[in-house]
C-alpha cells in the first residue's frame, strides 16, 4: 500500500513563503513524474506543478515564477517551495504521482491559508 503524506503548510500573510513536503512510504517515486495539486474551497482540485522523472517541470500559469516543485530521490520526497503568496493559494495542497497512471491513493492533504 502506497501513502502520501504531506506537511508545511500554515496560516501566511499575502506575500509570505511556504516549503511543502510530501513524504512517499510504500512505493519509489524515482520513476514517477511527481505533481502538487491544490483544491480551493468550493472547487475541484487542480493540478499546479509537476516534475519528471529527469527534470522537467511544469507550472499552471496562476503559480508560474512564485512556486518550485524539487525532489529528493533518495527520501522518496517531493517539495514545493512557494514564494509572494496570494489569496488565490489558499487551499488543501496535494501531491501525488502524476505519471505513469494510475494516481497513488491520495493523502490527507496539508492546508495552507493565505490571508491578512
Known amino acids: 500500500q502506497v501513502y502520501l503524506v504531506e506537511s508545511g503548510g500554515g496560516l501566511v500573510q499575502p506575500g509570505g513563503s511556504l516549503r511543502l513536503s510530501c513524504v512517499v512510504s510504500g512505493s519509489t517515486i524515482i520513476f514517477a513524474r511527481m505533481g502538487w495539486y491544490r483544491q480551493a474551497p468550493g472547487k475541484q482540485r487542480e493540478l499546479v506543478a509537476t516534475?519528471?522523472?529527469?527534470?522537467?517541470?511544469m507550472y499552471s500559469d496562476s503559480v508560474k515564477g512564485r512556486f518550485t516543485i524539487s525532489r529528493e530521490n533518495a527520501k522518496n520526497t517531493v517539495y514545493l517551495q512557494m514564494n509572494n503568496l496570494k489569496d488565490g493559494d489558499t487551499g488543501v495542497y496535494y501531491c501525488n504521482r502524476n505519471s505513469p497512471f494510475p494516481a497513488w491513493p491520495w493523502g490527507q492533504g496539508t492546508q495552507v491559508t493565505v490571508s491578512s
Open positions: 516534475l519528471s522523472s529527469s527534470g522537467e517541470t
